[in-house]
């Protein structure tokens, strides 16, 4: 990047789990965190959008602090940049904006920092700073995926391609992920464990074989995390019901909540999003499709085009 060039990071938002996929699968979604960045002589990173305004505009801005440290890693520098920031996920509602952070300040670091990081480096990266892989490895790699993360190893599988979307309920009330993860156990019996493990498995199989039913079936026998966080969405049950009346195949909370997101095949989202939406006002019901791509970075000029 040189001292004129203006580059463009765009970074889909994601959401988790899906049931039973506690920490390791992951859905990329088209609402995108995008980056402006050019070269400055001191960091500064702003934003329009009402929820971003109070954040910090020098270098403690996370994305900022994300791409310092990642080029520190590998020995560099980082040249100050001018960021504008421009976000369509909403903050803390389970639908991965932490994530897509982290991805946009590891993309900045290698396309300023020129360290050319492989897509694998950059998932090791962001799983560290997130602590589990499945978000930022929907952000990097789009689609759904499945990632295992242990012993400084990321392994993951990206599919594409899927013939359904999504509608997603979002609250006004934020839930933070480090609250939700206060009331899960922590141990599960053998018992326990194979019964949850078994139920990913399936799910997984269902989703690629577009068994809709056995997926819908498989995200309500979640052991590892819903059944202590679905008390904490008020109304969790009365959407769920409505949804799947409404034609959805399945409903889960998304990441760690309190968004609800519920699951129909492609083409007959927009009228289960209008009935969420009536029966639900006081949320903000959402239409949205599996993003494919991922993170992508190009010039300000390639963005145009």
Not at 57 to 62: A, L, M, Q, R, W
Not at 67 to 78: D, F, V
Not at 83 to 104: M, T
Not at 174 to 196: H, W
């Amino acid at each position: 990047m040189t001292l004129n060039d203006r580059l463009i990071i765009k970074v889909p938002a994601s959401s988790a789990n899906l049931g039973p996929g506690f920490d390791s699968i992951g859905l990329a979604l088209n609402l995108y965190l995008t980056l402006e960045v050019e070269k400055h002589d001191k960091w500064e990173c702003r934003s329009q959008c009402e929820e971003l305004k109070d954040l910090p505009t020098d270098e403690s801005h996370f994305i900022c602090q994300v791409a310092i440290q990642t080029a520190a890693h590998y020995g560099t520098k980082l040249s100050p940049c001018k960021i504008s920031v421009d976000s369509e996920i909403p903050l803390a509602r389970g639908l991965g904006s932490s994530a897509a952070a982290i991805v946009a300040g590891i993309e900045l670091a290698d396309s300023v920092g020129d360290l050319g990081l492989t897509k694998q480096e950059k998932l090791l990266l962001a799983t560290k700073w997130e602590g589990h892989p499945d978000n930022v490895g929907a952000s990097l790699f789009g689609g759904l995926v499945i990632g295992c993360y242990g012993q400084d190893e990321v392994d993951m599988l990206s599919f594409t391609d899927l013939p359904f979307e999504m509608v997603a309920l979002v609250p006004q009330d934020i839930l933070l992920t480090k609250e939700s993860r206060e009331v899960l156990p922590t141990t599960y019996s053998q018992g326990e464990a194979i019964q949850a493990s078994s139920t990913a498995n399936l799910l997984i199989a269902a989703l690629l074989s577009q068994n809709w039913s056995l997926a819908g079936k498989m995200m309500e026998k979640d052991l590892f995390h819903q059944p202590y966080r679905k008390p904490l969405i008020h109304a969790y049950h009365e959407m769920e019901q409505l949804a799947k009346s409404s034609g959805a195949f399945g409903v889960a909370l998304s990441g760690a909540g309190p968004t609800v997101i519920c699951f129909i095949e492609k083409g007959k989202g927009k009228q289960l999003m209008h009935t969420m939406q009536a029966g639900f006002p006081e949320m903000h019901a959402m239409l949205l499709s599996i993003s494919d791509t991922g993170s992508n970075i190009c010039t300000a000029e390639e963005f145009v085009q």
